[in-house]
C-alpha cells in the first residue's frame, strides 16, 4: 500500500483547531484526524506517512506514547512560547506539509528509555518514555531518599526533593529547569538530575546509555510517586518496589528538514542572542 495521508493529531484548544481546519481546507482527504484520546484510541492507517501533531510538547508526548512501537514519524508544530519537540512554526504548517507529501525531508531518530517497576517479584509497570521519569514526594517538606545502583555497582543515595531520570531529548524538560546539562539527541546518554539535593555535592550526572539504572526507595512508604513524561503517575511503595531504568530499544522518529535543526530550535527556545557570522 502506497503511502498518501498524513495523520494529524489536535490539541483541545481553539487555535489549534482553527489551524487544523486550515490545513484540511489546503490538503483535503490527504489528511486523517486521530483522536488519541479515545477511550480505545485507534489503530495506526498504514496508509501514513507521518503523524502532525498541532500542540504544545505535552501533545506530542501524548502521540509518542500513543504509536508505542511504531515506527512511524512524528511532526511537531510550535504553539506557544516553548515547544522543543516542534519542528516547524504555525504559520509554515500548509508549506511544509506540502514538503512532507514531496518527500523532501529527513528522519532523526530521538532514543526513549523503558521504565520497569518491579513489586514482590511482579512487573506493575513496563513503559517507555521520550522525555523523563521523576521520582519524588507528594508532600513537598519531605525529602526523597533514591539509592542508585548502576548495573548493580552502588552510586550514591539521592535526598532531595526528588530524582529526574532524562534522555538527552529530556534535557531540556524539568531536567533542565532543575539545574541539569543541555544534551544534544545524538549523545548516547542518560541523565540523572536531583531536584533540590539536601547535599550539595550531588550534582547531575550523565552516564552512558547502556547502563541499567536501578533504583532503590528509601524511608516512609508512603507519598513516593514515579512520573513518566509528566502524563501518568503511580505510587510507589518504598518497602516492595525497586525501579529499573535502561535505554529502549524502541526510538522515536522525528521529521526534520535540515540536518542541524536542533540548534536553530535550541537557539530560538532559550533565547540565545548572537548575530549570524
Not at 64 to 73: C, T
Not at 192 to 219: A, S, V, Y
Request: with cysteine; aromatic share 6%; net charge negative.
Amino acid at each position: 500500500m502506497s503511502k498518501q495521508r498524513i495523520g494529524l493529531v489536535i490539541k483541545d484548544e481553539d487555535h489549534a483547531q482553527d489551524k487544523a481546519r486550515e490545513l484540511i481546507r489546503h490538503i483535503g482527504d490527504r489528511c486523517l484526524i486521530i483522536d488519541t484520546q479515545a477511550p480505545t484510541p485507534p489503530p495506526i492507517p498504514e496508509d501514513l506517512i507521518c503523524i502532525v501533531v498541532l500542540g504544545g510538547d505535552g501533545t506530542f508526548l501524548s502521540v509518542a506514547r500513543y504509536i508505542g512501537d511504531s515506527d512511524i514519524p512524528l511532526m511537531g508544530v510550535k504553539f506557544g512560547e516553548v515547544g522543543f519537540l516542534a519542528e516547524t512554526t504555525e504559520d509554515l504548517l500548509c508549506k511544509v506539509v506540502e514538503t512532507v507529501f514531496n518527500g523532501d525531508y529527513l528522519i532523526q531518530e530521538r532514543s526513549r528509555l523503558n521504565i520497569r517497576v518491579i513489586r514482590d517479584s511482579q512487573c506493575i509497570v513496563d513503559e517507555d518514555v521520550l522525555n523523563d521519569a521523576v521520582i519524588n514526594k507528594a508532600a513537598l517538606s519531605r525529602l526523597a531518599s533514591c539509592a542508585v545502583y548502576l548495573d548493580d555497582t552502588y552510586l550514591t543515595t539521592y535526598r532531595a526533593d526528588g530524582l529526574i531520570v532524562a534522555t538527552p531529548t529530556g534535557s531540556t524538560a524539568y531536567s533542565l529547569a532543575a539545574g541539569g546539562p543541555v544534551v544534544h539527541p545524538e549523545v548516547p546518554s542518560t541523565i540523572l538530575t536531583p531536584i533540590c539535593p539536601f547535599t550539595l555535592t550531588n550534582r547531575p550526572l550523565l552516564i552512558p546509555d547502556h547502563i541499567q539504572i536501578e533504583i532503590r526507595l528509601k524511608g516512609s512508604p508512603e507519598d513516593m510517586i514515579l512520573t513518566l513524561d509528566g502524563q501518568e503517575g503511580f505510587d510507589m511503595d518504598t518497602a516492595r518496589d525497586r525501579i529499573y531504568i535502561q535505554k529502549s530499544r524502541h526510538s522515536v522518529k522525528m521529521i526534520s528538514f535540515e540536518p542541524h535543526s536542533y540548534f536553530r530550535v535550541l537557539k530560538t527556545r532559550l533565547h540565545w542572542s548572537g548575530g549570524r557570522s
